[in-house]
């Protein structure tokens, strides 16, 4: 259905795409049409027969159906995932969402690149705030491996961030089968900032004393991974490593968008304020997976993300120490086929 359906989407504005894409899914999965989007390959949480059960993948103490996961981003408030489960996932992650609601950045804010295989963003994590989050996790159906992202909102000083954080940990916990906590969008002012390392061990030492507390209160121990930039030099990967292990934290997901247009050479969206995705992160994207993995040498996961176009693509990561992948602007360029080839490509490696 994708390649028929895909230009008459890409005639439209790219965020009026998005939410329209989302709910002709939505439509499909109420009306079990869901057969119309799953391909050979598929190992969905509840079908794991015949040869698939070599799908299944060990990460952060969870255990995965398949190493393929949608990225936060593409369902901001936890409103699509029954919907998204359909499409044979090993594990969803949602969000970012933030304390309180916020309207994000002005439109237009989400740019199309397609030669590229690309996408800019500046969306400023528009969300509806973490008490509607909650409200549609424990509506929906899904029984998976559920990863929430939480971040700051806009408004809150940098100097008060760690308690946005701690109160969307807090929230989240119950129904999060782990929880990531973003400090890598280029889109919220100074963000970025929290990846230096005496404010990251700063932070990730007040998340990981509340989760030990969490724990204990609910009896079920919920991981928590960091999401770092692609844009960090060697020695500030380093850097995150030390604190990742000095805090042991449960797992990094590497990586969020580049600021780094350069790639883009004289194209017209060149100059456009956001994080480009895509292939043209894929390169730094590797890099630093692979600069991790060698510096953790399997003490914490990993999971791969930026720049999974083709099943190749996710095969490579898992080679570079990537425990599994995760995918958002690929799906946007090839459609749901690019996850059952994904699987397929990474039981390969098996």
């Known amino acids: 259905m994708y390649p028929i359906i895909k230009p008459l989407l890409f005639q439209l504005d790219p965020e009026t795409t998005h939410h329209l894409s989302l709910k002709c899914l939505r439509f499909l999965h109420r009306y079990h049409c869901g057969f119309l989007l799953k391909g050979k390959h598929n190992c969905a949480n509840n079908n794991q027969s015949g040869n698939n059960n070599r799908c299944t993948t060990t990460l952060m103490g969870l255990t995965l159906p398949n190493p393929i996961g949608l990225a936060a981003g593409l369902d901001k408030n936890g409103e699509y995932i029954d919907a998204l489960a359909m499409l044979g996932f090993g594990f969803i992650e949602v969000g970012t969402v933030t304390p309180l609601p916020q309207a994000g950045n002005p439109k237009p804010r989400l740019f199309r690149l397609p030669a590229q295989r690309a996408i800019i963003n500046r969306m400023g994590f528009n969300n509806y705030g973490i008490d509607t989050m909650i409200n549609n996790l424990a509506n929906s159906q899904y029984r998976g491996i559920l990863g929430i992202n939480i971040g700051k909102n806009a408004a809150t000083p940098m100097e008060k961030a760690v308690d946005d954080y701690l109160i969307c940990l807090e929230k989240a916990y119950p129904y999060a089968s782990y929880i990531t906590v973003n400090i890598s969008s280029p889109n919220t002012h100074n963000l970025r900032s929290l990846q230096n390392a005496s404010e990251l061990d700063r932070l990730l030492n007040h998340l990981k004393n509340r989760q030990a507390q969490l724990a204990t209160q609910h009896n079920r121990y919920v991981p928590i991974a960091i999401k770092i930039a692609p844009d960090l030099n060697e ?40 994080g480009l995705s895509g292939l043209p992160v894929q390169i730094q994207s590797n890099h630093i997976l692979r600069q991790l993995s060698t510096l953790l040498d399997s003490q914490i996961p990993l999971i791969g993300v930026g720049g999974i176009t083709s099943s190749a ?19 946007i360029f090839r459609g749901p086929q690019l996850i059952n080839e994904c699987i397929h490509a990474c039981n390969q490696l098996k």
Not at 313 to 331: F, H, M, N, P
């Open 235 to 274: 020695e500030q990967i380093a850097a995150i490593a030390d604190v990742a292990l000095n805090t042991q934290i449960d797992g990094i997901i590497a990586t969020n968008t580049t600021i780094d247009k350069t790639v883009l050479g004289e194209h017209k969206l060149a100059q456009e304020v956001g």
């Open 313 to 331: 693509d996710a095969a490579e990561k898992i080679r570079l120490g990537a425990t599994a992948v995760q995918l958002y602007s690929g799906l």
